[in-house]
T-cell receptor
């Protein structure tokens, strides 16, 4: 089955700096890669996603890149703010049109210091 | 718009007691439904998924079971809880053919 590795497990940055979280996946059939943000005690929220036919996607301060050949994808947050502090999860989706299983990475605790 | 309801938000149960967590989705039909568990190590582990009424697939052997009695209702159960069942349980849904899954608010279960 699919295996998703996420690094780093913790990341500490100063406000205004950039943060990068990287994930690798094992199944070349994976075709969809979402990123979730989870604040303390709350549910994971989908913040950005990318499909396998796209190399990069950007939404304001957040961007995601995908390298299908190397089977890795990354989350980039620019101009970080204290409210960006949370746990971030990457995921990869495999499966057919009826059901696609999401396999999650282990998460990255991002701390943005004011 | 679609919404997902999960309850209760917190639960403290003694070892050996039964469990029933309920999740309902509004604003969509025939969704895929999921139960995840998040232990202290932060990772999200898929426990069960369902593509339709009465159709349940289990991802890992465990002390839990799931049922889908109605199209938009998903129930997580246990006959006898173990200490190791403690964790944060999340229900999620997705539209068939679409990609993303959306989570409920979660239930923090503590087995004592």
């Amino acid at each position: 089955g699919e295996n998703v590795e996420q690094h780093p497990s913790t990341l500490s940055v100063q406000e205004g700096d950039s943060a990068v979280i990287k994930c690798t996946y094992s199944d070349s059939a994976s075709n969809y890669f979402p990123w979730y943000k989870q604040e303390l005690g709350k549910r994971p929220q989908l913040i950005i996603d990318i499909r396998s036919n796209v190399g990069e996607k950007k939404d304001q301060r957040i961007a995601v890149t995908l390298n299908k050949t190397a089977k890795h994808f990354s989350l980039h947050i620019t101009e970080t703010q204290p409210e960006d502090s949370a746990v971030y999860f990457c995921a990869a989706r495999t499966g057919g049109t009826s059901y696609g299983k999401l396999t999650f990475g282990q998460g990255t605790i991002l701390t943005v210091h004011p | 718009s679609q919404t997902i309801h999960q309850w209760p938000a917190t639960l403290v149960q003694p070892v050996g007691s039964p469990l029933s967590l309920e999740c309902t989705v509004e604003g969509t039909s025939n969704p895929n439904l999921y139960w995840y568990r998040q232990a202290a190590g932060r990772g999200l582990q898929l426990l069960f998924y369902s593509v339709g009424i009465g159709q349940i697939s289990s991802e890992v052997p465990q002390n839990l079971s799931a049922s889908r009695p109605q199209d938009r209702q998903f129930i997580l159960s246990s006959k006898k809880l173990l200490l190791s069942d403690s964790g944060f349980y999340l229900c999620a849904w997705s539209v068939k053919g679409a990609k993303g899954a959306f989570f409920g608010q979660g239930t923090r279960l503590t087995v004592v």
